[in-house]
């Protein structure tokens, strides 16, 4: 028998201890598929393990930031506000104004590159959205013929918002939380409510908030030193020589992006309330900088203990955080959010002792005069610049000087180990006081007897 009649009988005697009847094969291939559904199953659960074991790690505050930093050089500052701004979506009993920030500086610095990779990192795809351009009743019509759409938990990116859109009344109606409109179409009245309160994230930089904006939204800045610079060129030469490592974890991803919404308490509030201006402004930033210490409770929400309730109990890590937020959003010791070009100002102001002209301040900025005219008496209204008279050699009449409040303490918000100084030394004080009069009664009582 040749090799070739050898094989082909071996194959068919091998073909006959391979046949199976059509129940078998049935049989088999439900045994597969149950395989594959535990081996799935079981992924599963490792994968959300996981994800339970990250949120509960010290350093998730951290290693987000470095998750956001693969693709963006440094800003440390601007990339831990909007993570706890928008944490603060998530607090129950947080104020509508909280989950509102308008990023506002120059043209081409990076806005909204760094605002795009942090609510990727940070923000699920489905409650994100990102607009280019809005006209000042889109709000109205948005989504209104969706049932169950709600803004609650969404987050609005808004690219290169208008001086218009940010003072429209639509606008400032819904980020102070919700609005209900009446509109006439075909002769008709037409009720439209807008559902929840979304989360803000603006970037800009010739919007300049009026006072009543201004309570509304908190204001951020980039870096804009030659070290950050040096940065940036650096990650950008990474990316070309092959050099950067841009691998998402997914894990962190899906923890930052998993959290719950809850009512938080805070213990010490009512004791920091003593160390904030008296200013009217605070009635709203102070309400905002409580939602912060929220927000941060929220993001370590399995870190946190909690109520009876349910309640998530902020710490004074929580404090430490949104203190840092605070800062960075206010430039000023009165804590009001001012945009690029205030601030600006407000520097060459605190910077000279001396009152200072139009024309004076004109030659130290970016500015027009014409500018100058026109947003100085805003400045002023905040109480941070002082509006004077003063006579000038050259000119018939009294000419109108600005100059930085003298009256302001330029003292930075106190780090929980000031307060806690603070409230010991208060606490001996009290405990003498105490035994002083506790003496003097006894002495009282001596001399009676």
């Not at 440094?74 to 979506?89: H, N, P, V």
């Not at 690219?159 to 859109?165: P, R």
């Not at 200013?279 to 929400?301: E, K, P, V, W």
């Not at 000279?352 to 100058?372: A, G, Y």
Request: glycine fraction near 4%; hydrophobic fraction near 35%; proline fraction near 4%.
């Amino acid at each position: 028998m040749s090799k070739k009649e050898m094989g082909g009988t071996q194959k068919k005697e091998l073909a006959k201890g391979m046949k199976i009847t059509r129940e078998e094969a049935i049989k088999e291939n439900k045994k597969l598929a149950k395989l594959r559904k535990k081996t799935i199953a079981e992924e599963e659960r490792e994968f959300v393990e996981k994800v339970k074991k990250k949120m509960k790690d010290p350093s998730l505050l951290v290693d987000t930031t470095k998750e956001i930093q693969k693709e963006v050089a440094g800003e440390e500052d601007t990339i831990l506000a909007e993570i706890i701004i928008t944490s603060t979506r998530l607090v129950k009993n947080a104020i509508p104004e909280s989950t509102n920030f308008l990023l506002s500086d120059k043209t081409g610095v990076g806005k909204d590159l760094i605002t795009k990779k942090t609510l990727k990192v940070i923000i699920p795809e489905d409650e994100h959205l990102h607009v280019t351009k809005m006209s000042p009743e889109a709000f109205t019509y948005w989504h209104y013929k969706d049932k169950d759409w709600t803004w609650d938990r969404k987050v609005i990116h808004l690219e290169d918002v208008t001086q218009q859109l940010l003072n429209c009344p639509t606008f400032k109606t819904v980020s102070s939380g919700g609005s209900f409109a009446v509109v006439v179409k075909d002769q008709q009245t037409l009720e439209i409510p807008t559902p929840g309160k979304p989360c803000m994230i603006l970037t800009s930089h010739h919007a300049n908030p009026k006072d009543e904006a201004l309570r509304r939204f908190r204001i951020g800045s980039l870096n804009e030193t030659k070290d950050q610079t040096q940065k940036v060129k650096d990650n950008i030469s990474r990316q070309y020589t092959g050099e950067a490592k841009n691998k998402p974890d997914y894990i962190l991803r899906s923890a930052v992006q998993s959290l719950d919404p809850y009512f938080v308490v805070i213990p010490y509030a009512r004791i920091i309330q003593h160390f904030f201006p008296d200013d009217i402004l605070m009635r709203t930033h102070y309400h905002c900088f409580l939602d912060y210490i929220c927000g941060s409770a929220i993001f370590h929400q399995y870190q946190r203990e909690k109520t009876e309730k349910g309640e998530i109990i902020a710490t004074p890590d929580d404090y430490m955080i949104a203190r840092m937020v605070l800062i960075y959003t206010t430039s000023n010791p009165k804590m009001i959010p001012m945009s690029e070009e205030y601030r600006e100002i407000s520097n060459i102001l605190e910077n000279n002792v001396n009152p200072m002209t139009v024309h004076d301040i004109f030659l130290k900025c970016n500015q027009s005069e014409r500018w100058l005219y026109r947003h100085l008496p805003e400045l002023t209204k905040t109480g941070l610049i002082v509006k004077n008279k003063k006579d000038m050699e050259d000119s018939k009449k009294p000419v109108t000087t600005y100059q930085f409040s003298l009256e302001l303490n330029a003292s930075a918000i106190p780090t929980w180990n000031k307060i806690t100084r603070i409230m010991d030394e208060i606490y001996k004080k009290t405990v003498k006081t105490d035994k002083c009069v506790k003496c003097s009664n006894s002495s009282t009582e001596v001399e009676k007897v």
